[in-house]
Each structure stands twice: as structure tokens, then as C-alpha cells.
């Protein structure tokens, strides 16, 4: 059998105690939820070696996500914020020259935010370190075993964002 990690050593403390548990229901689970907090921890980690708070990465995240350039609605919508939320953090990244204000190219009324090289570099620095951790990880998996991997996680989050009423 392969190696054993620590979640099999839950499991299997919980069988005699939940008899009826499934244990690759349990494995299963309690791997995303412990992967997914060694996923954050490395987030956080990076976030703190590049100087920025979660709410600037995502920020910026946003932007780069949008070409660099977007309306405060947009980033809004993005984020899942109210727009005056977007207006602090806005303030926030331009006093550190990460983004800039900008007249609208369709629309003189509208300003956009877009992300400068400054801005642009910082979300850069902490994405490589991140996916460096994600690759790390992921990378003990061939291309197809990632594939399978990926499939049967959009079944289950297909389950999870559509549940039966």
C-alpha cells in the first residue's frame, strides 16, 4: 500500500468510534479541507514577503484578471464588494503606485483603474510563489492523474453549487 499520510490516521481513529463512516468519504474531505489550509498558509506567507494585504493581492488579482484595466463596478463584481469598499482599496494601491487612475477610453464621465508595472511586478512576486507551491504539489501527479483530478473536483463543486432543493 502506498505511504500513509495523516488523515488515514484520523480515519481510522474515527472508524471504531462512526462505524457507519465511509472512510474515502472522510479521506477525502478532510484532505481538501487540510490542503486547503496549507494552501492558504503559503498565501499568506507570500502575501507577507511582497508587503501586501489579502485585500490588495485580490485586488490587484482582479485587475490583472481584467487585462489591467477596469471599472470600480467591475472590481466590485470581481471581488463580491460593495463599491465604496473598492473606492478604499483603490486609494489604498495608488498611494503605493500600484494602480492609477485613468480617464475612460469610451466614456469621459468614467474613470478606470489600471494596474501600473509597479502593481503589476507585486501581484507577479507573490502569483510565483503561490504557483510554484501549487505546481510542487500537483506535480507528484501525471498530466492525466491531474486531469482526472480536475474532473472529478468540477463533479463535486457542480454538486456543491447546485444543490437539490
Known amino acids: 500500500m502506498a505511504d500513509h499520510d495523516s488523515t488515514d490516521a484520523h480515519v481510522a481513529r474515527w472508524l471504531p468510534v462512526l462505524p457507519d463512516l465511509d472512510p474515502d468519504v472522510e479521506g477525502a474531505v478532510t484532505r481538501a479541507s487540510l490542503l486547503t489550509s496549507h494552501l492558504r498558509r503559503v498565501k499568506e506567507k507570500a502575501l507577507a514577503d511582497f508587503d501586501l494585504q489579502r485585500h490588495e493581492f485580490e485586488t490587484l488579482h482582479a485587475l490583472a484578471g481584467r487585462h489591467g484595466r477596469a471599472v470600480p463596478s467591475q472590481l466590485a463584481d470581481d471581488l463580491n464588494i460593495a463599491p465604496p469598499s473598492v473606492t478604499a482599496r483603490v486609494d489604498a494601491l495608488v498611494t503605493r503606485g500600484y494602480v492609477r487612475r485613468t480617464p475612460s477610453d469610451t466614456d469621459r464621465r468614467r474613470v478606470d483603474i489600471a494596474l501600473t508595472e ?48
Open 118 to 165: 509597479e502593481g503589476r511586478t507585486a501581484w507577479l512576486d507573490a502569483m510565483g510563489l503561490i504557483g510554484h507551491e501549487e505546481e510542487r504539489l500537483l506535480g507528484v501527479l501525471t498530466v492525466a492523474e491531474r486531469r482526472t483530478l480536475a474532473d472529478l473536483l468540477r463533479r463535486v463543486m457542480l454538486a456543491a453549487e447546485h444543490p437539490s432543493s
